[in-house]
C-alpha cells in the first residue's frame, strides 16, 4: 500500500512541477491548460483500469487477472496473490474433504450427516445399506421421513444422545441395529449406525448358557439340600463328631442355590426385551412392606426410618422394581454395623422421582464404587458372604435400571456410610406436584 502512496506522491509531485515550470516558462493560462489535461488523463485512465476490475470480478479467475499500469499494477498484483491463495486453499480442502468421505466410506459403520434441521446432507455406503438410504436421492430430505423406527424418532426429538438406541432392522429381523446421534457444529448432527447382529448373538449365546447351567444346577443342588438336612435331622443319622461338616455342607448348599437363583433372574431380567410395564405402582404400600421386610432382616439391630412424600408414584414393573428397592435396602441393613441408622428417602427432585437409601454403614472406598455392578464384585468377599451376599445384587438393579431408564448413584464416605440413589426419568414419574407445574 505503500507503494501506491508512494506512486500517487511522485506523480502527484512531477505534475506540479511540470505546471510549475510551464508557469515560469510560458505563463499561468499555460500551466493551468497543462494541469487540467494531465488531471482529465489521470481520471480517464483510473476509469479504464476500475472498468476493467469491474469486469473481471464477474468472472473471477487466475489466469485473467488484467496486468494493470502504474498503481493499478500493485492493485492487480496484490489480488492475484490473493487470489491464488485462494485457490491453493480451496484445492487442499478440496482434497480434505475427498479424504473425508474416502475415509467415512472405507468405515464399515454408517455415518449420515445431518444438518440443523435433521435433513440428511450426506451419507455413507454403509449407511445407505443398513438404513435403507440413497445418497443420490435423499439428499436433502428429512432423516425422520426415511428413518422410521418409533425408538429412532422418539430419540431424535429427545435432544439427549447421551447413549446409543437398538433397533430390529426392519429390513432384516435377524439384523440388529445399534444407532448414535452426535451433535458438532452449529446444530448439525453426525448419525453413526451399526450392525451389532454378532455382538447381540455372542451376548444371548452367553445368557442361554448360564440360564441352562443354572436351571440344569438347581434340581440337583435341591436334592442334596434336602437329603442333608433330612440327614441332619435323622436321630443317630449324624454323629456329634462329623454334625458341624453337614451344617457346612447344609449353608454351602444354600449358598449356591441363592446364586444360582440370582443368575437366573439376572439372564430372565436381561433377556426380558419388553418395554416395563407403564402401570401406576402404589408407592406408599411398596415402601412400608420394603420398610417391614428391613425390619425382619435387620432383627432389631437398626434403626430404619421412611421419609417418602405422598402421591408420588411411578409407572414400571412392581415386580422388577421391588426387587432394586429390596438390593438396595437389604444391602444397607447387611453392610450397616449394629446400632446404625438407615434411611429409606422417596422425593420429587427436578420433576424426576428420586429413591434413595442411606446408611450409617461402613461405606465405599471411591475406587470400588464404579465397578460395583459388575457381576460378582465384592469389596470384602468374606463379608459379602457372612451376610448371605451373592456379588450379584447391584447387577440385578443395573439391569432393572437400565429397562426403566433410571440412574444409579453411589455416595459413600469409608467408615462413615453410603447413599445408593435411582433417578427415575420424568416420562416415568407420577406426581401432583408436576400437574400443577405443568
Ligand atoms: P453382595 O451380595 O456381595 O452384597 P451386591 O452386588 O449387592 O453384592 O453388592 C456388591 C458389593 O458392593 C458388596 O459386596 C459390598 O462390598 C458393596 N456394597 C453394596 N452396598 C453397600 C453398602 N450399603 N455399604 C457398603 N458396601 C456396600
Known amino acids: 500500500m505503500s507503494d501506491i502512496r508512494w506512486k500517487t506522491f511522485w506523480l502527484g509531485l512531477s505534475l506540479l512541477g511540470a505546471s510549475l515550470i510551464i508557469w515560469a516558462a510560458k505563463s499561468l493560462v499555460a500551466a493551468l491548460i497543462f494541469l487540467c489535461i494531465a488531471l482529465v488523463i489521470y481520471i480517464v485512465n483510473h476509469l479504464y483500469w476500475l472498468h476493467q476490475l469491474q469486469i473481471w470480478l464477474k468472472t473471477p479467475s487466475l489466469n485473467e487477472v488484467p496486468d494493470g499500469r502504474g498503481v493499478w499494477a500493485i492493485i492487480f498484483s496484490g489480488l492475484f496473490q490473493h487470489q491464488r491463495k485462494n485457490s491453493r486453499a480451496e484445492v487442499e480442502l478440496v482434497t480434505a474433504l475427498e479424504g473425508f468421505q474416502r475415509a467415512t466410506s472405507a468405515l464399515p459403520d454408517g455415518v449420515v450427516v445431518l444438518n440443523h434441521r435433521d435433513e440428511i446432507e450426506w451419507c455413507n455406503p454403509p449407511a445407505e445399506l443398513l438404513l435403507g438410504?440413497?445418497?443420490?436421492?435423499?439428499?436433502?430430505?428429512?432423516?425422520?421421513n426415511l428413518v422410521r423406527y418409533a425408538e429412532f424418532i422418539s430419540y431424535l426429538q429427545s435432544k439427549n444422545y447421551g447413549d446409543p438406541i437398538i433397533v430390529k432392522s426392519a429390513r432384516n429381523i435377524e439384523t440388529t441395529l445399534q444407532i448414535q446421534l452426535i451433535v458438532f457444529g452449529t446444530a448439525q448432527k453426525l448419525l453413526i449406525c451399526r450392525n451389532i447382529s454378532a455382538q447381540e448373538k455372542i451376548d444371548t449365546m452367553r445368557r442361554d448358557f448360564i440360564a441352562n447351567v443354572s436351571h440344569e444346577?438347581?434340581?440337583p443342588l435341591t436334592v442334596v439340600g434336602?437329603?442333608?438336612?433330612?440327614?441332619?435331622?435323622?436321630?443317630?443319622a449324624v454323629t456329634e463328631s462329623t454334625r458341624t461338616y453337614f451344617d457346612l455342607m447344609i449353608n454351602q448348599t444354600a449358598r449356591m442355590r441363592l446364586i444360582i437363583e440370582d443368575l437366573l433372574t439376572l439372564s430372565r431380567i436381561e433377556s426380558n426385551n419388553e418395554v416395563p410395564s407403564v402401570s401406576v405402582i402404589n408407592m406408599s404400600t411398596l415402601l412400608t412392606m420394603i420398610q417391614n421386610d428391613a425390619t425382619a432382616l435387620s432383627n432389631g439391630k437398626h434403626t430404619i426410618h421412611l421419609d417418602a412424600e405422598d402421591s408420588l408414584n411411578i409407572k414400571g414393573s412392581r415386580e422388577e422394581l421391588l426387587s432394586a428397592f429390596t438390593n438396595l435396602v437389604s444391602n444397607a441393613v447387611r453392610y450397616?454395623?449394629?446400632?446404625?441408622d438407615i434411611t429409606i428417602h422417596w422425593q420429587l427432585k427436578n420433576k424426576h422421582a428420586v429413591f434413595s437409601v442411606s446408611d450409617t454403614g461402613i461405606g465405599i472406598e471411591e475406587r470400588h464404587i464404579a465397578r460395583l455392578t459388575e457381576r460378582f464384585?465384592?469389596?470384602d468377599n468374606g463379608r459379602s458372604r457372612d451376610t448371605?451376599?451373592?456379588?450379584?445384587?447391584l447387577a440385578i438393579v443395573k439391569h432393572i435400571l437400565g429397562r426403566h431408564k433410571a440412574k444409579l448413584e453411589v455416595k459413600s464416605t469409608l467408615g462413615k456410610g453410603?447413599?445408593?440413589?435411582?433417578?427415575?426419568?420424568?416420562?416415568?414419574?407420577v406426581s401432583e406436584r408436576n400437574k400443577e407445574a405443568a
Request: hydrophobic share 25%.
Open 133 to 144: 438410504l440413497d445418497a443420490s436421492k435423499d439428499t436433502n430430505q428429512p432423516i425422520q
Open 217 to 219: 444346577l438347581r434340581t
Open 226 to 236: 434336602g437329603f442333608l438336612e433330612t440327614l441332619v435331622d435323622t436321630k443317630d
Open 336 to 340: 450397616t454395623p449394629e446400632g446404625g
Open 377 to 379: 464384585y465384592r469389596v
Open 388 to 393: 448371605g451376599g451373592t456379588g450379584l445384587g
Open 418 to 429: 453410603s447413599t445408593f440413589s435411582i433417578t427415575f426419568p420424568q416420562s416415568r414419574t
